[in-house]
């Protein structure tokens, strides 16, 4: 065993369970197999899981970014955005990549999970860049079009950056699920940080501590992160519109998702 191991075991064992998973976040150590696991082991299992999230969230964007810019910018179709949300809500994960594998059984297994993950993370971008645009200030779009100005050039001029922060609304909510969701890879062979999940004879309960708390900071550092690009890309116009107290809420990543579903 890592000399180390035990050093830290002895620094966090007034914190119980706790202090061994963060001592098996940080430190090295082999497990009844006398497989090294922990430490700098967690290493590859956090790379994989950011590189599934990526794959996902990229996939997600380039299919729902645009859908819902136009389907909000002609205001037809609205069915298509309020019945993806709630049949992306209502599909479980794990039925989904399932469904997946069974399908395409031939195909890579980071290919399937990265489509199953996707698919989770499509409805909230749609539903909320559909819901932007519709929100957009029909003043500002008439003024538009009236300086001659094209459907795309309004969608790209206008609409898209009043549109911001609700997008940012949907891009964050379907990143933190997406990086929690990530977890279930494992079932199928993708190795995440999920392994020391679904595989507590190999890593222990420390192991299983220790990679939840891994992911609840990916979770969190996803959500401040793109709460401050939210901040940074919402125009000043919305800012100053915005009261104290909202404004507060969104500094601090609280803001209200005012709509989640078309109306």
């Given amino acids: ?22 001592s098996f976040i940080f430190t090295e150590r082999e497990n009844q197999r006398g497989s090294p696991v922990g430490g700098a082991q967690n290493l590859p299992l956090l790379w994989e899981h950011l590189k599934l999230t990526a794959a996902a969230m990229g996939l997600a964007l380039v299919i729902a970014l645009p859908l819902g810019l136009i389907l909000g910018h002609t205001g037809r179709f609205s069915f298509l ?38 698919l989770l993370a499509i409805p909230p971008i749609l539903t909320n860049a559909y819901v932007g645009v519709r929100q957009t200030d029909r003043d500002a779009v008439d003024a538009a079009r009236g300086m001659g100005l094209s459907g795309a050039q309004v969608i790209r001029q206008v609409e898209l950056p009043l549109a911001l922060p609700l997008i940012f609304g949907g891009i964050k909510t379907s990143t933190v699920n997406v990086i929690a969701t990530a977890t279930i890879a494992p079932l199928v062979g ?12 190999v890593y222990g309960r420390e192991g299983q501590i220790g990679a939840s708390i891994i992911v609840a900071a990916l979770a969190i ?8 690009v939210q901040r940074a890309v919402t125009p000043a116009g919305i800012k100053l519109a915005r009261g104290p107290e909202d404004r507060a809420r969104t500094r601090f990543g609280l803001s209200k998702r005012r709509i989640q579903t078309a109306p």
Avoid: Q
């Avoid at 065993?1 to 963060?22: H, K, N, V, Y």
């Avoid at 550092?221 to 401050?228: D, I, Q, R, T």
């Fill in 1 to 22: 065993m890592d000399p180390r191991s035990g050093d830290m075991s002895a620094t966090f064992a007034a914190l119980g369970e706790f202090g061994d998973a963060i």
């Fill in 221 to 228: 550092a996803a959500e401040v992160g793109l709460s401050a």
């Fill in 81 to 118: 955005a309020i019945s993806t949300s709630n049949v992306g809500r209502a599909v479980p994960s794990v039925a989904l990549i399932a469904l997946f594998i069974a399908f395409f059984p031939s195909s890579p297994e980071f290919l399937n999970v990265t489509l199953a993950l996707a």
């Fill in 190 to 201: 993708v190795v995440t940080l999920g392994d020391p999940l679904v595989a507590a004879s």
